[in-house]
């Protein structure tokens, strides 16, 4: 499932994209009487953004999360309009390992250190 709206910028050692939050489908789901943005969701994005990194970089494939963790600061609000994740990104050989900070609304929402493994077709 797609959670990159868009990619505003991919460098040597860095990858910036959004997110769009207006009308997601996961709100009236998640907590429906105070309803945040689900963790899971903010990593599964975090490491769409490092697998695009490496797309851009000539690894293709299929990728695949070999490892991650996370650190959550501040929950993700139906009313907050883009998630952006801020990725700086090395890799080894098929493998981009991938540090990204999360924000919403100009606020740090988590950081998550992500590992995806591109698997040749």
Known sequence: MLQIDRVLEVTA???VC???LPGHWVFPMHF???PIFPGSLLIEGAGQ???IWGWHHGLRGKPRMAKTS???ESPVLMGDLTVVFDARVR???G???GKVEVFAAGRKAASI???IAVVAD
């Open 13 to 15: 050692d860095r990858i």
């Open 18 to 20: 959004e997110m769009d």
């Open 32 to 34: 429906p009487n105070d």
């Open 49 to 51: 953004a490092v697998a």
């Open 70 to 72: 996370a650190e959550f």
């Open 91 to 93: 890799q080894r050989k």
């Open 95 to 97: 493998i981009c390992l």
């Open 113 to 115: 250190d992500s590992v």
